[in-house]
């Protein structure tokens, strides 16, 4: 093992994965916004719902489409970087992954792209239910992903067999409180990153005094009110995830109270426990990590409280401008709570990957530090472009506000609405 | 369940080559097929709503493998390491190109996107000819290198564009299609090119996959009995959903869309 490569494929997956984490986070956020509001628009058919639709759809699909494709990097850099982890615990965790992939990801995908060609084309009803799929295997897709970090987190229901971790009971993996909370904290989270995204996208058009008061004042409203019960949630999962530290992951919870002689205690019992080493995780990060997480959140708390009073009042949804501005400047803090509570999770269990059961130094794959090197390279410069490309796409379609263009819009030629004819009969007649 | 799991892992690889293929390839022909911007447009709309649902099959491909074959996934993964990182950035990019050009401002932009369509669908053709350089000279833990590797992956993709050809010509319709069927020529049905390249490219996987040691690698029986019937279930599903999908926009297309 190499200390290069290693540091440097910790990098590359804490970019990596940190980057897809943040596109996901808004895109399942989202995604359940836009299937309630098409629900609203399908059932009542008010023309102002069907172009909320639209304008929060197109907003969602770019941040998807950027985020899937971060999202590839992930799935192949297991075997590409962590061979030793699929090696050693392959028998647990790419079940998880597999799962996760054939049974949430292939059917989400599926189902976007029938939702965003389909516009127009598929029955309402249908197009419905289209969305709703993509939204429910968009949460089971986090839910298997958080059940195989859970289990490096907190392995649960293997056993042993021959140096390899096997299934022994599947139920437990599937329900090991790791993953179940996380994946409550992280909806919640996710919910929170749309509510703000929503808001401050709405706030910056009535700032602006655009003449969409009506469609934008409702958006801030929904934002307002979505964030605030998703912050309680986020908090609360949050709350026993730190309750359960203590058992689960003993010098995560000493490091983030920074206590020298507990941090000192723990050292010695895992010492005992697992023979020499350091297993002491970097402070920095983890209680670095936790802090920014805790100040984002307070911060956050006081914007949901004093939202939801404000928002209870027309005048101050329209003119407040204020507030718009705050609004608009707070639209990067649900990403800040996300990713440092992220950091402070997964460094504050180094030195495992698989906690107590494998070593991150055991698990990197038998590469060369100049392939790594490249292979950082290549990916942090595409990583960077893409968010770039997303921030920047978003930014120009939420200025724009809704627009007949893009996601949504009728392409067919007017006089084909009523019955679309095959366009190949047009064609001069083939000869053979 | 050994079987199964390598039938499986056969039949995900084998979907991606014969779906995927397609529209890889009319990405790769996508300046010769397209000479101006709309044009262009209609060449990526013709499979438009159908690289989303496509992909996946390479994605789930990797999940059977890590899934089933969690130690194989491993070595053959980090082995291939640079190729993967090839077939990756380009994958990245011509998905990027695709989503982005109907997004972005002026037709300077959307000429770049195309550029990044083309470019990246030949990486990610001309990647996987490296990646099956190795596996059919039966040598799967290096990446194949010399005169071999060059020729394979050249008619590799040679395959992809050929496959691509007669996607276009049953999807495309005005002066792409004119281009397309010319080359494609006139003999035969319109669908006998496209069923028999179809035929090459999910015959491709397979062939390589003969080079993996897949019997004997596969994941504990604990993991594979749960995990091998759920898939085997909700495959016919995904199955149906794809085939609907292929049916409603089964028409040839005339105008643009959403890309």
């Known amino acids: 093992m190499n200390q290069d490569v290693l540091d440097l494929a910790r990098l590359q997956f804490a970019l990596t994965a940190g980057g897809h984490f943040l596109f996901v986070a808004l895109t399942l956020g989202l995604a359940t916004v836009v299937a309630v509001l098409q629900t609203k628009a399908t059932f009542g058919r008010k023309p102002l719902d069907a172009r909320m639709v639209r304008f929060w759809g197109q907003l969602y ?35 998880s992954l597999a799962v996760e992939t054939i049974v949430a990801f292939f059917v989400e995908s599926t189902f976007l792209g029938l939702w965003i060609f389909g516009w127009n084309r598929l029955n309402r009803w249908a197009h419905l239910a289209a969305i709703w799929i993509v939204v429910l295997t968009a949460y089971l897709s986090a839910y298997w992903i958080l059940v195989s970090n859970g289990f490096l987190n907190h392995p649960v229901g293997y056993g042993s067999e021959n140096g390899e971790l096997v299934l022994d009971d599947p139920i437990a993996v599937l329900t090991n409180p790791s993953a179940l909370l996380a994946f409550g904290h992280i909806v919640a989270g996710a919910l929170l990153t749309a509510g703000f995204f929503m808001a401050g996208v709405s706030a910056y058009h009535l700032f602006r005094r ?84 805790l100040i984002s959140f307070a911060l956050m708390m006081y914007l949901c409280f004093a939202g939801v009073i404000l928002a209870a009042f027309k005048k101050a949804v329209f003119r407040f401008r204020l507030w718009h501005l705050v609004l608009m400047a707070a639209v990067p803090l649900p990403y800040i709570a996300m990713i440092s509570g992220w950091v402070f999770r997964e460094s504050g269990r180094q030195p495992w990957v698989v906690y107590g059961l494998l070593r991150t130094e055991d698990a990197v794959s038998d590469l060369s530090p100049g392939t790594m090197r490249l292979s950082l390279t290549v990916f942090t410069t595409v990583f960077v472009l893409l968010a770039v490309l997303n921030a920047w796409l978003l930014t120009r379609h939420a200025r724009r506000g809704p627009v007949e263009s893009g996601l949504g819009h009728d392409d067919r030629p007017a006089e084909a609405r009523d019955t679309a004819p095959d366009p190949a009969d047009t064609l001069p007649a083939p000869r053979y | 369940m050994e079987t199964l799991a390598i039938a499986l892992l056969a ?219 759920a898939l085997l279930v909700v495959t016919p599903l995904l199955v149906t959903v794809q085939a609907w999908i292929w049916h409603t926009f089964r028409h040839r297309v005339s105008g643009p869309s959403y890309v």
């Not at chain 2, 004119?178 to 006998?192: D, I, K, M, S």
């Open chain 1, 210 to 293: 655009s003449p969409e008061w009506e469609f934008f004042g409702r958006s801030l409203r929904i934002g307002v009110f979505l964030s605030a019960p998703a912050l309680m949630a986020a908090a609360v999962f949050g709350g026993v995830q730190f309750a359960v530290l203590d058992s689960f992951q003993p010098m995560k919870s000493a490091v983030f109270s920074g206590k020298a002689a507990e941090i000192a205690r723990v050292q010695a019992e895992l010492t005992e426990r697992f023979g020499p080493g350091d297993y002491v995780p970097s402070e920095a990060w983890t209680r670095g990590g936790a802090l920014l997480m």
């Open chain 2, 11 to 229: 039949f995900f690889a084998a979907g991606w080559f014969v779906l995927a293929g397609a529209d890889i390839g009319t990405g790769m022909l996508t300046p010769w097929l397209g000479r101006s911007d709309p044009e262009r447009r209609l060449v990526l709309t013709s499979f438009a709503p159908f690289f989303l649902g496509n992909e996946v099959w390479l994605v789930a491909t990797v999940g059977v493998l890590v899934g089933c074959f969690p130690a194989l996934e491993g070595e053959l993964l980090s082995d291939q390491f640079p190729v993967l990182v090839a077939l990756l950035t380009g994958w990245i990019v011509r998905d990027a190109g695709l989503w982005s050009r109907g997004r972005g401002p002026g037709p300077r932009w959307r000429a770049g996107c195309d550029a990044a369509v083309t470019c990246g669908s030949w990486t990610v053709a001309l990647s996987w000819g490296w990646l099956l350089a190795a596996l059919l000279t039966g040598r799967p833990y290096t990446p194949a290198t010399g005169l071999t590797s060059v020729l394979t992956a050249l008619a590799v993709a040679a395959l992809f564009c050929a496959h691509g050809l007669g996607f276009a010509t049953l999807r495309l319709t005005g002066l792409p299609y004119e281009r397309a069927r010319r080359l494609v020529g006139r003999a035969g049905r319109p669908w006998q090119p496209f069923a028999l390249t179809a035929v090459l490219m999910g015959g491709l996987p397979l062939w390589a996959g003969t080079a993996l040691p897949l019997a004997g690698r596969t994941a504990d029986p604990a993991t594979l009995g749960l995990l091998v019937p």
């Open chain 1, 61 to 95: 699909v770019i941040n998807y489409a950027v985020g899937i494709v971060t999202g590839l990097v992930m799935e192949f850099q297991f075997g590409m970087a962590w061979s030793g982890l699929t090696h050693e615990a392959g028998n647990v965790l790419g079940a």
